[in-house]
């Protein structure tokens, strides 16, 4: 799981750094949508051949691969490099969307939690 994790932070920020400097967009709501909804895509990107391979690994018959290395080497020999992107669309669908959702919550919880902090520290 850090894989995937890792992959949605570091591409959120980089994906959002990237459309604010470049003036494409705004930091609002439709900047943290496209930030997320792209961090979703290149997750899965990243995570599913790892997710293919250790599903077959562990659904395999005793014994029928040696290792996972093993699973990942004969698939490619086997079925070639799309192999290991087999279910690419539900698996994006449900990244894309868990990232749309955590992404954007997070981003209007911290605007919500500035404002509240600055309303704290003005004379009243």
Same mark, same amino acid.
């Given at each position: 799981?850090?894989?995937?994790?890792?992959?949605?932070?570091v591409?959120?920020?980089?994906?959002?750094?990237?459309?604010?400097?470049?003036?494409?967009?705004?930091?609002?709501?439709?900047?943290?949508?496209?930030?997320?909804?792209?961090?979703?895509?290149?997750?899965? +990107?990243?995570?599913?051949?790892?997710?293919?391979?250790?599903? *077959?690994? $562990?659904?395999? #018959?005793?014994?029928?691969? %040696? !290792?996972?290395?093993?699973?990942?080497?004969t698939?490619?020999?086997?079925?070639?490099?799309l192999?290991?992107?087999?279910?690419?669309?539900?698996?994006?669908?449900?990244?894309?969307?868990?990232? +749309?959702?955590?992404?954007?919550?997070?981003?209007?919880?911290? *605007?919500? $939690?500035?404002? #509240?902090?600055?309303?704290? %520290? !003005?004379?009243?």
């Amino acid at each position: 799981d850090a894989l995937p994790i890792c992959t949605e932070l570091v591409t959120y920020d980089l994906i959002k750094d990237m459309l604010l400097k470049s003036n494409l967009m705004t930091d609002t709501l439709p900047c943290h949508f496209t930030s997320a909804f792209g961090a979703g895509f290149c997750t899965t +990107v990243i995570a599913s051949p790892v997710d293919v391979v250790k599903t *077959r690994y $562990m659904n395999s #018959a005793p014994g029928h691969y %040696g !290792s996972a290395i093993n699973c990942a080497l004969t698939m490619f020999r086997k079925e070639g490099p799309l192999a290991f992107y087999k279910g690419f669309m539900p698996s994006f669908l449900r990244l894309g969307s868990w990232n +749309v959702v955590m992404f954007v919550t997070y981003e209007q919880l911290k *605007r919500a $939690m500035m404002q #509240a902090h600055v309303s704290w %520290g !003005s004379p009243h």
